[in-house]
């Protein structure tokens, strides 16, 4: 009985143990802060090395098809050519532009100038104006906006090369699958199933 009255009456560390617990709080919320702004610094950069390797995808993906079958665009009982599905979801993205330069300026206005044709290139122009390039190797490849026609099937969309010019350009944001098709007409183009 007299160790528990003992214990019950010593106080001598009553008054260290609020002090130690504001001094834990206080590191612990340093710890906080630091992992904070060490995140909010390298998101950028994570970002950015994932925004890469999509697209360094997506031109390999472009290439692998190079090589495959081409629907033939006359013949409306012709198989499926060799396609691709590029999935991307890439931010702060202005633009995407697969085998064209439409602001080749640098106006930041995709209709003021006529868009530059670039094969084998994927442009990517971020919100901040910068453009990164992404080649694809191998022969010259063209690529096509397509429109899907009233039997179902998709081919060229002529008002839009018309209008534009060759090439598919997607404005972001950017987040889906985009399909991809080997077609051939006089000649040989990868069409776009968007």
């Not at 026609?149 to 060759?166: A, C, T």
Request: net charge negative; with cysteine; hydrophobic share 35%.
């Amino acid at each position: 009985m007299s160790h528990i009255s003992f214990f019950l009456k010593d106080t001598n560390a009553a008054d260290t143990i609020p002090l130690k617990m504001v001094f834990y709080v206080a590191v612990t919320a340093c710890i906080i802060l630091i992992t904070v702004l060490s995140w909010n610094n390298m998101a950028p950069v994570y970002s950015g090395a994932q925004d890469n390797r999509q697209l360094n995808s997506a031109a390999t993906e472009l290439m692998s098809i190079k090589s495959g079958y081409a629907r033939n665009l006359n013949s409306p009982n012709s198989p499926p050519g060799s396609m691709c599905t590029i999935g991307l979801s890439v931010d702060g993205i202005r633009y995407l532009a697969f085998g064209v330069d439409p602001d080749p300026n640098l106006t930041s206005d995709l209709n003021d100038s006529s868009w530059a044709r670039e094969d084998n290139v994927i442009i990517c122009q971020y919100e901040t104006g910068t453009k990164e390039r992404y080649y694809i190797s191998g022969t010259p490849l063209e690529i096509r906006k397509g429109k899907l026609n009233e039997n179902g099937h998709w081919s060229i969309d002529h008002e839009y090369y018309f209008s534009k010019g060759p090439g598919v350009v997607i404005e972001g944001p950017i987040d889906g699958e985009f399909n991809f098709e080997l077609v051939h007409a006089e000649k040989v183009y990868v069409l776009s199933h968007f």
